[in-house]
């Protein structure tokens, strides 16, 4: 288990520069569900399935807003071997 740090996070440049990550506010709209549902569509390896069950990583995903009789998945993913991951999205 991991042990928390009280230091300020950054980002890692390609180029190796670094820059504090920006605290960003949930009242601009382009923060909602979708931008999340999106950001893990594109990067399935920001998702800890590996912290879980390391058999349904890596992720690939399948699509987002999948229609089913109970209403939409948020994002859905499969694993090399078959295996299904479904997320909820939350802010």
């Not at 820059?19 to 923060?31: A, C, D, Q, S, V």
Request: charge should be negative.
């Amino acid at each position: 288990m991991s042990q928390r740090c009280d230091g300020k996070p950054l980002v890692v440049e390609k180029n190796s520069k670094t820059r504090p990550l920006e605290r960003l506010t949930f009242n601009e709209r382009e923060i909602d569900e979708g931008w999340l549902q999106n950001l893990m569509q594109e990067n399935p390896a920001i998702l800890p399935v590996n912290d879980f069950d390391p058999s349904f990583g890596p992720l690939l995903p399948i699509g987002r807003e999948i229609g089913t009789a109970v209403g939409p998945i948020d994002n859905l993913f499969v694993s090399p071997t078959g295996l299904l991951t479904i997320v909820e999205a939350k802010l």
